[in-house]
């Protein structure tokens, strides 16, 4: 199979006046930018009224050290397994769809605690949990799926809605694929390296957790890396405090297409919340971006028709990337795996891979949401978290069995309002 790479389209660039800027970061090309506007003085000396000059919490962790600190995984046991086969068995037995994945029709009665227990580790500790040993060989793709739901509802039991169509009809698409297509979908249709075997520069998703389950593992690389975006905020906080205020103020979000004029929404990437004493939560820091929304990918180039990011920005999506890569743990996805991984404090990433006719990397995705342990949303992302969450239906619910391009991630225009 040819390399990924060489399929990549040629196609229109983007607004006029765009940063020398693309999906890919270039360490030279950052650290130029870097040092002109160092040299050109006039950059702001302190940081935004009100945020921190240092995070401390157990969700500040660095990469180099964070497995000394924390054991990240916890390995099913052949009680566990068997309490799983279990609830596979009753959940079956019922004849209900899957968007009837609970916590009741998948029953766990001892591993419940400890799926709680990862719940309050995403929420409120480092931040991640992988979930080790499904026996994903015993299981037909849906059994493995419906595992993967009901290990997945008793973590944060609210799925939420990554397309609004599947098969030509309105739908709550709530679990996608992540798999190379290039052998089988046009490049101008693919937006996302989500589809593709090129590296996966850090960035968010949308909603409160993400959960990715691996079917089965790369014949090479594909490594998943994780990074403490509030590690990275007290680095940029320390040495940048211009750059925690470009964060902090309205970017343009493009939208690809998939909502009306203007075609973007203006937004921070970077969100400070005190903390609150009437209701208890702590001191907390967002922060919500991907890159391709401001450089675009493959046959989704930044629109022409909407404002250009700028140099600022260009800078500070480029140390985002690189303070993350530089603190990053390496995770290397087995069959079996599933991560649970907070969104709101934990940047991710992928490194490029190697299938083979043998092996192919095949992981499935949840966006997720614990309404007990749930962090407050910030009023300007609350518009992306009602499109992820609200208003999704069991009877609507969409688990497709087979990899496809979903509709935000594609090259085609279209009526879908996800992400």
Known sequence: MAAAATLNPTFAPGPVGQPDIAYAPNWDTYQARAKRH???GKLARTLPEGFPAKLQSDLVWDGATISDQYQWWYRLTENDITEINSALKHFKSLGRPLGEITQDTFPLPTLHATLREVSREIHGGHGFKVV???????YTREESIVVYAGLAAHV????GRQDSRFDGRAADVVLTHIKDLTATVDPHNIGAPAYTTEKQVFHTDAGDVIALFALEAAAEGGESYLASSWHVYNQLAATRPDLIKTLSEPWDNDDFGKSGPPGYTARPLLYHQPADDASGDPERLIIQYARRSFTGYWGLPRSADIPPITEAQAEALDALHFTAEQSAVALEFQAGDIQFVNNLSIFHARGSFKDTPEKHRHLVRFWLRDEELAWKTPQPLQRVWDRVYAG????????????FVRAPSSGEKGDVVVK
């Open 38 to 40: 160092v040299e050109g």
């Open 132 to 138: 080790r040993g499904v026996p994903v060989a015993r």
């Open 156 to 159: 944060a039991p609210t799925r």
């Open 392 to 403: 999704v239906t069991p009877e609507n619910q969409v688990f497709p069995l087979e990899p």
